[in-house]
């Protein structure tokens, strides 16, 4: 009786176990292969069929256009595989795969060269520095992979934003009814406006309000805008979960007399945190999903901007390319989505 | 000099039609250092009751009398345990009586406050699982939290709303002995509402039934005056522990029976007959 439970619990980290490893695991996971593999069969053929009625137009329209000779001559190049005849449509499972290779020894290439520019101008920016300048920075191309950290550092910026602004905003609404009223229009109204009209309408504010011009701006006009198109949820249940606190803590708390400030911190805010936390998940899938855009629209670079310069080049495997970074974030989706709710089970204490 | 004086208090809920007397002329004196128990069926208005004398609800009209002055709102001097426990499920048990005991005793120093805390913890015999959550704990368990939470502060009066009536027989029997146990070392003044007469009878100096509501109001007052410490297996054999139980539980069924009567209003049915397909209306009569 005297052991007393000092022991901390272990981190429950068993949601990072694959599936397989776990009990009746092994024939869920089948499944779960089956399903991928007919999936990529499916997206296979498709992409196949495709090919094949761009390849039929083509040869069409040169023999309607040029003569049987051109057609035939199409035909061939068609069949070489050459990149001037290529059909511009949806890439093979291979060739977004070979596209995901391309992408990644490019992100090498690049690496290296950041490199070398580092050590190259290492000497330099160390003088430059101690004369109080700023240092010689690279202005390469990004990779595909700095593409990918730009746009995690928006979301996440953006969903910091959204919590630093939400939340309390939330708490305020949830503890005065009146207040809730009155201000109720605003989040009803603001809530279904576009991402992009958010862009436009931060974009005319972050320009005229920030004059300075080392400033990197389209960062943060989609930073600010993703912030203020994800708040909404987080800010409708943190109000919501705030003002339906259970009478039976808040007699505790009144019997205890604790004060206003102490009756928020200790009781109210604990009390409302599974559905703050429940808010803030739904908040970061939507950061997610409008990043894209807005990232897209601000010339901001990043995923967004990746898609879109891709689809303006129309290299040969551009389409390739657009492919992978819509896996990529799917699966960063998926991974910020895992991490929310492993959170929003932390937080939960029923 | 009586501590709690309960004078003419009335209360009702809701307005126009659908407003309902919970509460009607309740009078009532608690001596200082008294056990007083309040039966009364499920409904009869005893957590309104409660939450008044708690400061929670104030009354439509009378007053309530705690040491000489009105009382307006909760204070610290009258500590609660409330039906369904009311833990902070986000706090430990340790940190769960720290709630209170840091919000009553704001001056002492960190070490006191410590050793208060863990000394109620151990009143309750609870030191092996200080450091749980309230969902990790079984409902007595939970209970006890709550009693050393309301104990800690040291309340001159304890307030108890139907603590045991969730927990199971054998849980209840032992918290029964628990809470008479710290009652009997300070013998502060305190108010038990029940719904079980033998609870009351083990436990009270005095039991008062609440007749049931709309526009409760208390009935005669019964003295328990069965020296303490009282066993509770020898008592079913003490012929006046059955004499009071005996009549306490004849004053409930009959205020249960005359609740029933009065509701029998007789209502003149009308003069109809069922229409037969086929008969002809005469053939019915």
Same mark, same amino acid.
């Given at each position: 009786m005297k052991t007393t439970a000092t022991l901390k619990k272990p981190i429950d980290l068993s949601f990072l176990k694959p599936k397989f490893l776990k009990e009746g695991g092994l024939k869920n996971s089948l499944f779960t292969i089956a399903s991928i593999l007919v999936f990529l069969g499916v997206w296979h053929l498709g992409a196949t069929w495709l090919f094949n009625i761009e390849a039929d137009r083509k040869i069409q329209k040169a023999l309607t256009e040029q003569g049987t000779e051109a057609a035939l001559k199409m035909e061939e190049c068609i069949a070489s595989g050459a990149v001037k005849c290529k059909p511009n449509t949806l890439p093979t499972p291979n060739q977004v795969l070979a596209g995901f290779n391309t992408l990644w020894l490019d992100h090498k290439v690049i690496s290296a060269d950041k490199k070398a520019f580092a050590q190259k101008t290492a000497k330099v920016n160390a003088s430059r520095e101690a004369k109080g300048l700023s240092p010689i920075a690279y202005t390469g191309r990004p990779s595909f992979v700095d593409q990918i950290g730009t746009s995690i550092k928006t979301v996440l910026a953006g969903v910091l934003l959204a919590l630093l602004l939400a939340v309390p905003a939330g708490i305020v609404l949830g503890l005065s009814t009146r207040l809730k009223s009155s201000l109720n229009w605003i989040i009803q109204v603001f809530k279904p406006v576009s991402p992009v009209v958010w862009l436009l309408l931060v974009f005319m504010i972050v320009k005229t309000a920030i004059s300075n011009a080392d400033m990197d701006k389209s960062f943060i006009i989609s930073f600010i805008s993703v912030g203020l198109c994800s708040m909404w949820a987080t800010l409708v249940n943190t109000s919501v979960g705030v003002s339906s606190v259970e009478k039976d803590y808040l007699n505790v708390a009144s019997v205890l007399q604790l004060s206003t400030f102490k009756k928020v911190f200790k009781v109210i805010l604990p009390a409302s945190l599974p559905m703050i936390f429940t808010g803030l998940r739904i908040t970061v899938s939507v950061a997610w999903m409008v990043l894209i855009a807005i990232e897209l629209l601000a010339q901001s670079p990043g995923l967004g901007s990746f898609v879109w310069e891709e689809f303006q080049n129309g290299a040969n495997d551009s389409n390739a390319k657009i492919i992978v970074a819509m896996f990529v974030i799917g699966f960063i989706g998926f991974a910020l989505d895992r991490i929310m709710m492993y959170l929003q089970n932390a937080m939960s204490f029923k | 000099m009586s501590i709690l004086s309960i004078n003419n208090v009335s209360k009702s809920y809701g307005s126009g039609s659908s407003k309902v007397d919970v509460l009607k002329n309740i009078n009532l004196e608690v001596e200082n250092g008294e056990f007083l128990a309040i039966v009364g069926f499920s409904g009869s208005g005893k957590t309104t009751l409660m939450q008044m004398l708690a400061g929670l609800v104030q009354p439509d009209r009378g007053e309530i009398i705690f040491k000489g002055e009105k009382v307006t709102g909760p204070s610290a001097e009258r500590g609660m345990i409330f039906q369904n426990y009311s833990? $902070?499920?986000? $706090?430990?048990v340790y940190e769960n009586v720290a709630l209170s005991v840091n919000a009553i005793y704001k001056d002492k120093s960190k070490v006191i406050k410590d050793r208060i805390i863990r000394e109620s913890v151990e009143m309750v015999n609870l030191t092996p699982a200080?450091? *749980? *959550? /309230? *969902? &990790? #704990? @079984?409902g007595g368990m939970r209970q006890r939290v709550s009693v050393a939470r309301a104990l800690a502060v040291d309340p001159e009066l304890l307030l108890m +709303? &139907?603590? $045991? @009536?969730? #927990? +199971?027989a054998l849980t209840r029997g032992n918290l029964q002995d628990e809470i008479l146990n710290i009652w009997s070392k300070n013998k502060r003044t305190a108010i038990l509402i029940t719904n079980d007469v033998d609870e009351g009878i083990l436990m009270a100096d005095r039991i008062i039934p609440l007749d049931p509501g709309p526009n409760a109001t208390f009935g005669p007052e019964f003295k328990i +005056? $069965? &020296? =303490? /410490? =009282?066993d509770k297996t020898a008592m079913n054999h003490d012929p006046r522990f059955k004499q009071i139980r005996n009549n306490i539980i004849e004053y409930l069924m009959d205020i249960g029976e005359g609740r029933k009567s009065t509701e029998t209003e007789e209502f003149i049915l009308p003069d109809l007959q069922p229409i037969i397909k086929g008969s002809s209306l005469k053939k019915v009569a």
């Open positions: - | 833990l $902070l499920p986000w $706090l430990t200080i450091n *749980k *959550k /309230p *969902k &990790e #704990l @079984s +709303d &139907e603590p $045991l @009536s969730a #927990l +199971d +005056d $069965l &020296e =303490r /410490p =009282r």
